[in-house]
């Protein structure tokens, strides 16, 4: 038991720590369920298979996971100013692209060698938003599509309003308005109702659509009146005039 609660705290550890990064709350759901459908002997050996694949695929999952901190890390390395030199034991980038385009090597690196762990989920959502950032939109859309599809609704989520970015910059509006519609009729604890409302009404006034982000930012007042999110609507509503 002790063991069992050591392991859950490292993994509440893990997530936090990649829930920061990804500036969201993601939860690691619990998927280590098994259906014994046998009795007897063939029970046990079912039961000590299972055991042995779960053991392996946790201590694969591990690994990954360290993997995976060092991979979020590196998005926040510190930039060099250029001409200075680089120093050994303190890295550096001298460019925000140099610095994700090592960082999205590390996270497909975790997609490929532990290509069925959780946190390979994790990964490829880092993956695909560092080929977004890059410029690179047809990669960002498959990882992003792939993650979007997870059970894990949080994590999911995440992938659907980075890849409403990846629609509407690749000029498929309809494609955008469908997954925001989706996030706002089903909210999750990582994408809030009012975050995907706020996407949309941005994405609608950026494509001159004055009259649909106007009706978003004044449903925005409606549903939170008092708040400070209908203040940030109003000012939204004033620079439409």
Avoid: C
């Amino acid at each position: 038991m002790r063991a069992e609660t050591r392991h859950r705290l490292k993994e509440d550890k893990f997530s936090r720590a990649t829930i920061g990064a990804a500036e969201a709350t993601v939860h690691w759901s619990e998927e280590h369920k098994s259906k014994l459908l046998m009795g007897g002997l063939i029970l046990a050996v079912v039961l000590a298979a299972s055991f042995g694949g779960w053991y392996y695929l946790n201590q694969q999952d591990q690994r990954a996971s360290v993997l995976l901190n060092q991979a979020v890390r590196t998005l926040d390395t510190q930039l060099r100013p250029a001409g200075a030199p680089a120093e050994p034991d303190l890295p550096t980038f001298t460019s925000a692209k140099e610095r994700t385009t090592d960082a999205r090597k590390q996270f497909q690196s975790i997609v490929d060698q532990y290509p069925h762990t959780r946190t390979a989920e994790f990964a490829r959502y880092f993956l695909g938003l560092t080929s977004y950032q890059l410029g690179e939109n047809a990669p960002a859309e498959q990882d992003l599509m792939a993650v979007a599809s997870t059970h894990n609704e949080d994590l999911s989520a995440l992938a659907k309003l980075a890849l409403a970015s990846v629609y509407r910059n690749t000029n498929r509006t309809k494609d955008a308005i469908g997954l925001y519609n989706q996030l706002i009729a089903k909210p999750t604890r990582s994408v809030g109702k009012t975050t995907a409302q706020m996407e949309l009404a941005e994405m609608y006034a950026s494509n001159q659509q004055r009259a649909e982000a106007k009706r978003v930012y004044e449903q925005i007042q409606k549903e939170n009146p008092a708040s400070e999110v209908a203040q940030f609507a109003t000012q939204k509503l004033q620079d439409l005039k």
